[in-house]
């Protein structure tokens, strides 16, 4: 069974940095893509950032610049390194999959293209 958990989200003050980690148990081993998304009660949600086991990546233009993603296919983790944090990065963040490797257009941050999630971790920028 495939599972998705988050893990490394917390407060943080502008301009700081923290580091998301995503641990994918189950039979990841075949081409997928995976990304993170992000939450803000009350409005919809976004996509962040995407990668897949070919290396291919691709960001939201809210982040590009200040946020990395990252995968390690051996172990099964994808990563976001997030800097220069700003308040409105404040959100519930998620790690999705998908079987296949990402869409090479901007569709690929389309949550609805993702069917396995984990519950989330949340990252709060403030002062």
């Known amino acids: 069974q495939k599972r998705l958990v988050e893990s490394g989200g917390g407060s943080v003050q502008p301009g700081g940095s923290l580091r998301l980690t995503c641990t994918a148990t189950?039979?990841?081993?075949?081409?997928?893509?995976m990304g993170w998304f992000r939450r803000v009660p009350g409005k919809e949600r976004e996509g962040v950032a995407i990668v897949d086991t070919s290396g291919h990546t691709r960001y939201s233009a809210s982040i590009e610049g200040r946020f990395t993603i990252s995968k390690d296919n051996a172990d099964n983790r994808l990563y976001l390194q997030m800097n220069s944090l700003k308040p409105e990065d404040t959100a519930m963040y998620y790690c999705?999959?998908?079987?296949?490797?990402?869409?090479?257009?901007?569709?690929?941050?389309?949550?609805?293209?993702?069917?396995?999630w984990g519950q989330g971790t949340q990252v709060t920028v403030s002062s």
């Open positions: 189950g039979n990841f081993y075949s081409d997928h893509c």
């Open positions: 999705a999959a998908h079987v296949g490797l990402c869409v090479r257009s901007k569709e690929a941050l389309d949550a609805d293209l993702f069917g396995y």
